[in-house]
């Protein structure tokens, strides 16, 4: 059946009888959505096909069998180009993974794309494709007294979907989505009409990153988001430790936006604003981004269950449109962190925070949707969320959140003794209960404190000789385990005149 019905459409086939149910066009300022549902079959499988646009030409192709049913489905989603003169594919595996099963997040069983096809028609154009692996997973959920829901799924396998035969000057490209019954089967591929990377040493770059950093670069996507690893200590997690989940932290494209920043590949593009569609839609009418995976860890300490707002998570959504919204003609780019400020200067008088005298406190780490608990404060997010309101005060000229981030860096400066450790190191977090625990991140922790540097230095200065030694205590420490440092803080450690400090080690792209 046909889907499409451009120069280059888009065909589904399959053994079993295709009935097209509805079309649903949702538009964005940025981008649309052409949502295409077909019964397939007698025992009530669907293939949903979401085709997502931008206003350069290019789009994503989403595909999602839901198989409810016991019996074998398979459907192949296929695409037509003409005049094609040659072709090729440029594949992710000639880089090898090497695979890191001991961490919290477990065996992660996915990898990376098949690779990007490369089409040069016959009047010399070049048209590209980035395709994706086919994912089979099951949804689980598990409901809680308070009507709260987690969800997760059950990654049974990625398996290369994609096969391609050519009849004289047409291709025709294929990716076949194989249920086995009782599951959900993703397949996702971003097509262009010019090339996706500047040229081959970008893509060549991007793709042995993705090999090195493939927990941390998406690979599973779908029209609502991108999948990932979850943790060992979130629930449901099934047997097999195969639970993935949507992360907010991932479904922004962070590493994308900083590659087109530097590189202007088309493909980042492409994924920065597909990020923008993701997290309008995971948020819908709520008023903040809520974490729909439960943490058995803030289970076990507060009986805290999903939905809950986590500081870090809104912090780093409210950068993600600060930085960038603007340059990518998203609305309203700067209320985001308007209104993630306000929500941390509200949490006082709910309760949600940790005093240290009549003037200073810690805001909490977590906002419970349905549960009446305070959490701990962890050093990573309080430093997030008080570099979040000193960016709104800079922006906004509040004086609210300037004298919130005041009382949490007045806290800090109280309680510094009791942060540094004797190696150097820095606590992760404080308890209600004053207590000290918990190993803190490796580079995380250094680079929010170069960013209250940074802060600090232009609205008062009389701030920075604390901040600066909690820059070399952790520094130090870095140097002495022998665990580098990153790019983030190399650079912050430049800007401010600090690089004295700079960690010994080797330079990472990603905070371990």
Not at 73 to 82: A, G, M, P, R, S
Not at 135 to 161: C, H, I, P
Not at 430 to 439: A, T, W
């Amino acid at each position: 059946m046909k889907v499409s019905f451009d120069a280059n459409p888009i065909y589904i086939r399959s053994t079993e009888n295709i009935l097209f149910r509805n079309h649903t066009r949702i538009d964005n300022s940025f981008s649309r959505d052409n949502i295409y549902t077909y019964d397939i079959g007698e025992e009530g499988a669907t293939i949903e096909l979401t085709v997502r646009s931008f206003d350069n030409g290019d789009y994503f192709l989403f595909s999602k069998i839901n198989n409810p049913a016991e019996s074998a489905v398979t459907v192949d989603v296929i695409q037509k180009e003409n005049e094609v003169a040659s072709f090729e594919l440029n594949r992710y595996d000639k880089y090898k993974i090497k695979r890191n099963d001991k961490d919290v997040f477990g065996s992660d069983t996915t990898s990376y794309p098949t690779g990007l096809l490369h089409l040069v028609k016959q009047d010399g154009s070049v048209k590209e494709r980035m395709v994706g692996q086919s994912y089979l997973s099951k949804q689980l959920s598990v409901e809680y007294e308070n009507d709260g829901y987690s969800y997760m799924r059950q990654l049974f396998g990625e398996k290369e979907a994609l096969s391609y035969a050519q009849v004289g000057t047409t291709l025709l490209s294929v990716h076949t989505l194989n249920s086995k019954g009782n599951d959900i089967v993703d397949q996702w591929y971003m097509n262009a009409d010019d090339q996706l990377f500047e040229n081959d040493e970008n893509m060549e770059s991007w793709m042995q990153e993705s090999a090195e950093y493939y927990k941390k670069r998406n690979n599973w996507y779908t029209a609502g988001g991108p999948y990932n690893k979850m943790a060992t200590t979130t629930e449901p997690m099934p047997d097999t430790g195969q639970g993935y989940g949507r992360n907010l932290l991932l479904l922004k494209e962070d590493r994308a936006l900083v590659l087109y920043n530097e590189q202007e590949d088309r493909y980042f593009e492409n994924l920065i604003y597909n990020s923008f569609v993701n997290l309008k839609n995971f948020k819908g009418d709520k008023d903040y981004w809520e974490t729909e995976v439960t943490s058995t860890y803030l289970k076990d300490l507060y009986d805290i269950t999903a939905p809950f707002i986590d500081t870090r998570f809104n912090e780093q959504i409210a950068l993600f449109y600060y930085n960038s919204g603007d340059d990518f003609g998203i609305d309203n780019a700067k209320e985001p962190l308007r209104n993630y400020a306000d929500l941390l200067v509200s949490q006082k008088s709910k309760g949600n925070f940790i005093p240290v005298n009549d003037t200073s406190y810690y805001i909490s780490d977590y906002f419970p949707i349905a549960q009446q608990v305070t959490t701990h404060a962890s050093m990573n997010h309080v430093l997030g969320g008080m570099n979040i309101l000193l960016m709104a005060y800079n922006e906004f000229d509040d004086q609210k959140y300037l004298d919130t981030a005041r009382a949490i860096q007045t806290a800090v400066a109280t309680d510094k003794e009791d942060w540094l450790r004797d190696s150097g190191d820095i606590w992760y977090r404080i308890s209600p209960m004053h207590d000290y625990k918990g190993d803190d991140y490796k580079h995380l922790t250094l680079e929010d404190l170069i960013n209250s540097y940074k802060l600090w230095e232009d609205i008062d200065p009389t701030y920075l000789p604390l901040l600066e030694k909690m820059i070399a205590s952790k520094a130090s420490f870095l140097s002495n385990e022998e665990l580098g440092f990153t790019t983030k803080i190399k650079n912050g450690l430049r800007d401010i005149g600090l690089s004295q400090y700079l960690p010994d080690g080797e330079e990472r792209t990603d905070a371990l």
